[in-house]
């Protein structure tokens, strides 16, 4: 079975541009999770999405979102970058949803300058 | 909210040797603990799992150790080998259902 997949893997994007990532869960996984990682910060939940309803949401501001489509495929979207979004973005899904046994992707590396 | 630590960002160890790795959380209605192992350039990798209606869980030369009374969970790998060398990360869930991750510790698997 093949695993999460994301692209693109790198990215480099200018200040106050918008940016899209794409996540594909594992077959069958109807939960996608986004996290930002950082070397300051660690692994921080951005949002949960569980067929196509966002069911739960981290501490991030509003310029953070993402969607989810029918076929649990998820992409998320940053706003307005600023230089502090350079981050590993990792995407992980999970059978049966929210914290249990989720499997990671290899992330995408954002670069702002 | 939950928060979590850790004992010690850096652990080297012999090869052949057992690891332990710590964590330690905040909130007592935490239920649900995982641990992942993440190499240089790569996503992390689900290592283990255990619930909190449960004390101890083994895998492949993996254990994890969860007291609830001190609000303590531990990783134990038998036999260290050099491709154990990595970061682990431990994550933990409550009510909130999402997961709130320590910042790792390095293992470092000397020859």
């Known amino acids: 079975k093949a695993g999460v997949t994301q692209t693109p893997r790198y990215l480099i994007k200018t200040r106050g541009q918008q940016v899209t990532l794409s996540c594909s869960p594992i077959s069958g996984h109807r939960s996608v999770s986004w996290y930002q990682q950082t070397p300051g910060q660690g692994l921080q939940f951005l949002f949960e999405?569980?067929?196509?309803?966002?069911?739960n949401k981290g501490n991030f501001p509003g310029r953070f979102s993402g969607r989810q489509f029918s076929n649990s495929r998820s992409e998320m979207n940053v706003s307005t970058l600023e230089l502090g979004d350079s981050a590993l973005y990792l995407c992980?899904?999970?059978?049966?949803?929210?914290?249990?046994?989720?499997?990671f992707g290899p992330g995408t590396r954002l670069t702002v300058t | 909210g939950e928060s979590v630590g850790l004992h010690l960002p850096t652990l080297s160890v012999q090869e052949g040797d057992n690891s332990i790795i710590n964590c330690a959380y905040s909130?007592?209605?935490?239920?649900?603990f995982i641990w992942y192992k993440q190499e240089s350039g790569k996503g992390p990798q689900f290592i283990i799992d255990?619930?909190?209606?449960?004390d101890k869980r083994q895998g492949q030369r993996v254990t994890v150790l969860l007291n609830k009374t001190v609000k303590h969970l531990s990783l134990q790998i038998a036999a260290t080998q050099p491709g154990d060398s990595a970061v682990y990360f431990c994550g933990i869930s409550g009510s909130a259902r999402q997961l709130t991750f320590g910042s790792g510790t390095q293992l470092t698997v000397l020859p």
């Open positions: 992980a899904s999970s059978l049966y949803g929210g914290a249990i046994e989720q499997y």
């Open positions: 999405y569980f067929s196509e309803t966002q069911r």
């Open positions: 255990i619930r909190s209606n449960m």
């Open positions: 909130n007592s209605a935490s239920d649900y």
